[in-house]
């Protein structure tokens, strides 16, 4: 069974740019969670979406947005980068319902210069 | 809102020794589960814990749910070097909660 695929490993963008990072779930998981992991705060819950529909969301800005389609793959987009949005965003897959683990993908390194 | 406190933050052991990690909730949780992320890796996912008092083990770990389930350690005997990583606990409220999880224990083995 293939893992969690999260495209691209590496990005380099510029403040003010926007950028879209891409997530596969393990097949048959409809639950998608994404996750920002910076050296000071951790991992930091972003949102997560089951059947095409945000269920959680975390305290990130408006710039901060989410989808999920309907082959479960999931897309995640920031706009109007900063400094501080540098950071690995891992995205996660689990069976239907809560309670059950996640499933982590290697991560997108994002860098803003 | 809930939060998930994890201690120490850091853990420096000789090969060989034990140690354990402590995570607590503010609030009581459905279930925990544990994590570990390698160095230059993702969290890969160890062991869910669902009933008070529960403890399971894995080989040399041990893990433990609080009676009042909101509390749970990680303990590790005769450490070695593969055991280098941070190690997360993440609690679940509800059926449809989101996983919190907490600021994880960064291992470091010495020989």
């Known amino acids: 069974k293939a893992g969690v695929t999260q495209t691209p490993r590496y990005l380099i963008k510029t403040r003010g740019q926007q950028v879209t990072l891409s997530c596969s779930p393990i097949?048959?998981?409809?639950?998608v969670s994404w996750y920002q992991q910076t050296p000071g705060q951790g991992l930091q819950f972003l949102f997560e979406y089951f059947s095409e529909t945000q269920r959680n969301k975390g305290n990130f800005p408006g710039r901060f947005s989410g989808r999920q389609f309907s082959n479960s793959r999931s897309e995640m987009n920031v706009s109007t980068l900063e400094l501080g949005d540098s950071a690995l965003y891992l995205c996660?897959?689990?069976?239907?319902?809560?309670?059950?683990?996640?499933?982590f993908g290697n991560g997108t390194r994002l860098t803003v210069t | 809102g809930q939060q998930v406190m994890q201690i120490p933050q850091y853990q420096h052991v000789q090969e060989g020794e034990d140690f354990t990690t402590y995570c607590n909730s503010s609030t009581t949780l459905s279930n925990i589960q544990w994590y570990k992320q390698r160095p230059g890796g993702h969290p890969v996912f160890l062991i869910q814990?669902?009933?008070?008092?529960e403890v399971k083990k894995q080989k040399r770990l041990t893990f433990q749910f609080g009676e009042a389930k909101k509390n749970s350690s990680l303990h590790i005997t005769a450490t070695q070097t593969t055991d280098v990583g941070t190690y997360f606990c993440?609690?679940?409220?509800?059926?449809?909660?989101?996983?919190?999880f907490g600021a994880g224990t960064q291992v470091v083995v010495t020989p």
């Open positions: 996660a897959s689990r069976r239907d319902s809560g309670g059950s683990p996640l499933h």
């Open positions: 097949s048959g998981h409809r639950s």
């Open positions: 993440a609690g679940d409220t509800d059926s449809w909660g989101k996983l919190q």
């Open positions: 814990l669902v009933k008070s008092g």
